[in-house]
């Protein structure tokens, strides 16, 4: 069974950073998966944001976050970071971390239309102006 873990999150006033961190487990070693961050602000849906591809390194990013977050994995302790830098008030949202398989699809396929089969509790970011 494939586990998803977030940590980090808080709070941080606008033009500062911050790191997000999801544990993936249950993935048989050296299986293709895809891994992506979404985020869910009030009154608003679910977006993903950025995601990795766990066989090449590919990424994807959403074009409100490009140059500002960089998502990177560490498949040796089968973690995938987001660090966030330059933020905005209107980052301010509910992260979550969620992944499945992509066989057959680009992360970017995967990340709008893959449908992730497992997904973390959520870790709340608020940026103040």
């Known amino acids: 069974q494939v586990r998803v873990v977030e940590s980090g999150g808080g709070s941080v006033q606008s033009g500062g950073s911050l790191s997000l961190s999801c544990t993936v487990s249950?993935?048989?070693?050296?299986?293709?998966?895809?891994t992506g961050w979404f985020r869910q602000a009030p009154g608003m849906e679910r977006a993903p944001i950025a995601g990795?591809?766990?066989?090449?390194?590919?990424?994807m990013y959403a074009d409100g976050v490009k140059g500002r977050f960089t998502v990177s994995q560490d498949n040796s302790k089968k973690t995938v970071s987001l660090s966030m830098t330059r933020l905005k008030p209107e980052d301010t949202a509910m992260y979550y971390c969620?992944?499945?398989?992509?066989?057959?699809?680009?992360?970017?396929?995967?990340?709008?239309?893959?449908?992730?089969?497992?997904w973390g509790q959520g870790t709340q970011v608020i940026v103040s102006s």
């Open positions: 969620a992944t499945g398989d992509c066989w057959g699809l680009r992360i970017s396929q995967f990340m709008i239309r893959g449908n992730p089969k497992s």
């Open positions: 249950g993935y048989t070693n050296g299986r293709r998966h895809c």
């Open positions: 990795i591809d766990s066989a090449d390194g590919d990424t």
